[in-house]
C-alpha cells in the first residue's frame, strides 16, 4: 500500500508512474464523499488521459466504480449474458436482440443509456412506447430480470454512482475519449450486472465515437482485458458504421423497424447485426447451438412474444407489438430527391444523425427534450443505383422551421457517383 495522499498520487500518474490498487480506490471513494474536490479530480483525469492506465490499474478502477454503489442482485438458474454497443446512427439493435436472446433460455439484463448529439439512446427509443419505464429501482430491475429472463432500463442513482460524477467531469475537461476512462465506466455499469457472459458491439465509422478500425481494436481489447479481469467471458466485435444502421433513425420509427426484424421482415443489415450479435451472445455464455436457437426465436416469433412481455412488464402498451401505429408519428413529411443519377457511393452517418437531431429526435443537451414522432426514413442506401427524381430519404416532422436545416444536412450526407462501390463488410473483426 502506497499512502500516498492525492497530490502525490496525481504527481506519481503524471510522472508516468502506475497507481497501486490504493491509490485508485482512495481516489474513487474521495470522488464519490466529495472529499477530492473537482479540481484534483479533473487533474487526475487529465494525468490518466496523457499517461495511459495498465490492465492491473484498470482491473482495479473498475472494480472500485462497481463498489462505489449497490450491486444488482438478479438470481438466475441460467446465464446472464448482455450485449454493448458504443452507439452509431440507426442503431436499434437492442430492441431485437435482447428479447430475441432471452427467448433462447438466458437471462438478459440490460442496462441502456439515453442519446446525446448524432447517436441515438435505446432508453428514448423505448420511451416512445406509452407508459414504458426505463427508470428502476435495483430492487425492481432484479425482480422484473428474474420474473422474465429480459429487462432494458437505465442506470439509477444507485448504481455505481462514481461512473455519473467522473463523467460528467470528462465531460467539461475534454477527456471523454481516453480509452481507460471510457472503459471503465462501459465495464463497471456492465459488470455490476453479475454476468455470466458479455458481448461488445464496437462501432468503426463516420457515425461512430471510434473512426478507425485501429482505435476500435485497441478499445475493444481493453474492454475484454477488463472483462476477463473479473471473471466475466467477454468477446468484442467490430462493425461498420459508414453510413446509418437499417432505414429508420429516429425513435418510435426505430422500434417500428426493431419489431419487423423480429418478424423476419426488417432490412437485411439490420437482421444480419441482430442474428450475428444473438449468436455470439449464447455462445459466449456457453450455450450449445447458438444458430439453431436464434434462427427457431425468430421463425417460432418466441421473440416477439418475449418483446411485448418485457414492454408489459416496464408499464408499457405491448399492443404496439402487433399495432406499430399506436406509437407516435409526425404531421408533416418531405421527401429528398437525387439531382443526378448513378450510385450511392457514401452516405455520411454522422451527417444524418445530426438531420435527425435537428428534427427533434436526439438532444444535444441532456436537458434538451425529444420528439419521439420525428425521424428520417432512408429509402437508397451505399450501393443503391439511384435515378435523377429519385427519393432519398423522408424527413418526417411536426415543426416545420426546423426541416430546412435538416434537408440540407440530408442532401450533402449522400454522395452519388458513376461507380458502384464495393460494399465494406458489417462484420469487420472479432476479438475474443
Known amino acids: 500500500m502506497s499512502g500516498r495522499s492525492v497530490r502525490e498520487a496525481i504527481r506519481h500518474k503524471r510522472n508516468g508512474g502506475e497507481l497501486d490498487a490504493e491509490d485508485v480506490r482512495n481516489f474513487v471513494a474521495g470522488v464519490v464523499s466529495r472529499s477530492i474536490p473537482d479540481y484534483q479530480a479533473a487533474?487526475?483525469?487529465?494525468?490518466?488521459?496523457?499517461?495511459?492506465?495498465?490492465?492491473?490499474?484498470?482491473a482495479t478502477l473498475t472494480a472500485a466504480m462497481i463498489e462505489s454503489g449497490e450491486r444488482l442482485s438478479i438470481p438466475s438458474a441460467v446465464p446472464k449474458v448482455d450485449k454493448h454497443s458504443t452507439g452509431g446512427v440507426g442503431d436499434k439493435v437492442s430492441l431485437s436482440l435482447a428479447p430475441l436472446v432471452a427467448a433462447c433460455g438466458v437471462t438478459v439484463p440490460m442496462m441502456s443509456g439515453r442519446g446525446l448529439g448524432h447517436t441515438g439512446g435505446t432508453l428514448d427509443k423505448l420511451e416512445s412506447i406509452r407508459g414504458f419505464r426505463t427508470a428502476l429501482s435495483p430492487k425492481e430491475f432484479g425482480r422484473i430480470a428474474t420474473r422474465h429472463r429480459v429487462i432494458i432500463a437505465g442506470q439509477s442513482d444507485r448504481i455505481v454512482p462514481a461512473d455519473?460524477?467522473?463523467?460528467?467531469?470528462?465531460?467539461?475537461?475534454?477527456?471523454?475519449?481516453?480509452?481507460?476512462?471510457i472503459s471503465s465506466?462501459?465495464?463497471?455499469?456492465?459488470?455490476?450486472?453479475?454476468?455470466?457472459?458479455?458481448?461488445?458491439?464496437?462501432?468503426?465509422?463516420?457515425?461512430?465515437?471510434?473512426?478507425?478500425?485501429?482505435?476500435?481494436?485497441?478499445?475493444?481489447?481493453?474492454?475484454?482485458?477488463?472483462?476477463?479481469?473479473?471473471?466475466?467471458?467477454?468477446?468484442?466485435?467490430?462493425?461498420?458504421m459508414d453510413q446509418p444502421l437499417?432505414?429508420?433513425?429516429?425513435?418510435?420509427?426505430?422500434?417500428?423497424?426493431?419489431?419487423?426484424?423480429?418478424?423476419?421482415?426488417?432490412?437485411?443489415?439490420?437482421?444480419?447485426?441482430?442474428?450475428?450479435?444473438?449468436?455470439?451472445?449464447?455462445?459466449?455464455a456457453g450455450v450449445d447451438g447458438a444458430?439453431?436457437?436464434?434462427?427457431?426465436?425468430?421463425?417460432?416469433?418466441?421473440?416477439?412474444?418475449?418483446?411485448?412481455?418485457?414492454?408489459?412488464?416496464?408499464?408499457?402498451?405491448?399492443?404496439?407489438?402487433?399495432?406499430?401505429?399506436r406509437l407516435p408519428g409526425a404531421a408533416h413529411a418531405r421527401r429528398i430527391r437525387t439531382t443526378g443519377e448513378g450510385y450511392v457511393t457514401s452516405i455520411d452517418?454522422?451527417?444524418?444523425?445530426?438531420?435527425?437531431?435537428?428534427?427533434?429526435?436526439?438532444?444535444?443537451?441532456?436537458?434538451?427534450?425529444?420528439?419521439?414522432?420525428?425521424?428520417?426514413?432512408?429509402?437508397?442506401?451505399?450501393?443503391?443505383?439511384?435515378?435523377?427524381?429519385?427519393?432519398?430519404?423522408?424527413?418526417?416532422?411536426?415543426?416545420?422551421?426546423?426541416?430546412?436545416?435538416?434537408?440540407?444536412?440530408?442532401?450533402?450526407s449522400y454522395v452519388i457517383g458513376g461507380l458502384r462501390p464495393d460494399r465494406r463488410p458489417l462484420i469487420l473483426e472479432t476479438i475474443s
Open 164 to 181: 455519473r460524477i467522473l463523467y460528467a467531469l470528462r465531460d467539461s475537461t475534454a477527456t471523454v475519449s481516453s480509452v481507460p476512462l
Open 185 to 240: 465506466s462501459i465495464m463497471s455499469k456492465k459488470l455490476v450486472e453479475g454476468l455470466d457472459a458479455l458481448v461488445l458491439d464496437i462501432k468503426v465509422g463516420t457515425g461512430a465515437f471510434m473512426e478507425t478500425v485501429d482505435e476500435a481494436r485497441v478499445l475493444a481489447r481493453t474492454m475484454v482485458e477488463i472483462g476477463r479481469s473479473h471473471g466475466v467471458a467477454t468477446r468484442a466485435l467490430l462493425t461498420a
Open 291 to 325: 444458430a439453431q436457437r436464434i434462427d427457431r426465436s425468430l421463425e417460432s416469433g418466441a421473440g416477439l412474444a418475449k418483446l411485448a412481455e418485457m414492454i408489459k412488464a416496464q408499464g408499457g402498451d405491448p399492443r404496439v407489438v402487433e399495432q406499430p401505429d
Open 43 to 58: 487533474a487526475m483525469l487529465m494525468a490518466i488521459y496523457f499517461r495511459g492506465m495498465s490492465d492491473p490499474e484498470l
Open 349 to 412: 452517418a454522422r451527417g444524418i444523425g445530426l438531420a435527425a437531431m435537428s428534427l427533434g429526435a436526439g438532444r444535444a443537451t441532456m436537458e434538451d427534450r425529444i420528439d419521439h414522432g420525428v425521424g428520417i426514413t432512408l429509402s437508397a442506401k451505399v450501393g443503391d443505383e439511384v435515378r435523377r427524381g429519385d427519393v432519398l430519404a423522408t424527413l418526417r416532422f411536426n415543426d416545420p422551421g426546423l426541416a430546412a436545416r435538416a434537408s440540407g444536412l440530408v442532401e450533402r
Open 246 to 284: 437499417g432505414r429508420e433513425v429516429g425513435n418510435a420509427n426505430e422500434v417500428v423497424e426493431a419489431i419487423a426484424v423480429l418478424r423476419g421482415t426488417g432490412p437485411a443489415d439490420l437482421a444480419l447485426l441482430v442474428r450475428t450479435l444473438g449468436i455470439q451472445m449464447l455462445e459466449t
